[in-house]
């Protein structure tokens, strides 16, 4: 069975631009959530969103922002970038929004904003 | 907001040594998780724990989930070369909902 799977792999935007990052989740799952990982550190949760419904804002600008499509995969969509927006973009999934189910992360998208 | 600690920072251990790594918080946890990181990859899921007290283990690894819920351990018995990465630990808060705070990581290098 396939895994999470994000796209693109990697970009490079300039400062002021907006991106769209996109994520499929498991076959099956419901919740989608996002993570920014700064090089160095840990992931810092942005949005989950299960059943197409935000249920989870992390603390980041109004810049972010998310939706979820019928078929649960997710869109991130960052404005007006910053130079301190570079990082790792992690997308997870699990099969419902409650604790008791894991979540599986995919490989990511590399954004570089020079 | 919530903070976990983890230490070590980093390790660099001999073939076959064990390691050892754990993770702290001020606030309760309803779930531990431990990640492996490799580079250019996601977090990828090692161990997952539920309940106060409970020990599970994954081959060679080996976590527990502490009495008190605010921290966690990891145990990696005779290490090889393809245990180097970055592990994560994370807990998850309140009954519902899946934001996961993590850990600032631990690298893990293996001298062969």
């Known amino acids: 069975d396939a895994g999470v799977t994000q796209s693109p792999t990697h970009l490079i935007k300039t400062r002021g631009q907006h991106v769209t990052l996109r994520c499929s989740p498991i076959?099956?799952?419901?919740?989608v959530s996002w993570y920014q990982q700064v090089l160095g550190q840990g992931p810092q949760f942005i949005f989950q969103?299960?059943?197409?419904?935000?249920?989870g804002r992390g603390n980041f600008p109004d810049r972010f922002s998310a939706r979820q499509f019928p078929n649960y995969s997710s869109e991130l969509n960052v404005n007006a970038l910053l130079l301190g927006d570079s990082a790792l973009y992690l997308c997870?999934?699990?099969?419902?929004?409650?604790?008791?189910?894991?979540?599986?992360f995919g490989p990511g998208t590399r954004l570089t904003v020079t | 907001g919530q903070q976990l600690n983890q230490s070590p920072q980093s390790m660099f251990i001999q073939e076959g040594e064990d390691v050892s790594m754990n993770c702290t918080s001020s606030?309760?946890?309803?779930?531990w998780l431990w990640y492996k990181q490799e580079p250019g990859e996601g977090p990828v899921l090692l161990i997952a724990?539920?309940?106060?007290?409970e020990l599970t283990s994954n081959g060679r690894l080996t976590a527990q989930f502490g009495i008190t819920r605010k921290d966690s351990f990891l145990n990696i018995s005779a290490s090889i070369p393809s245990d180097v990465g970055i592990y994560f630990c994370?807990?998850?808060?309140?009954?519902?909902?899946?934001?996961?705070?993590f850990g600032a990581g631990t690298i893990l290098r293996v001298k062969s």
């Open positions: 076959s099956g799952h419901k919740s």
């Open positions: 994370a807990g998850q808060l309140g009954e519902y909902g899946n934001k996961l705070v």
């Open positions: 606030s309760i946890f309803n779930t």
């Open positions: 724990l539920y309940k106060a007290g």
């Open positions: 969103y299960y059943e197409k419904e935000e249920r």
């Open positions: 997870a999934s699990s099969l419902e929004d409650n604790l008791s189910y894991e979540q599986y």
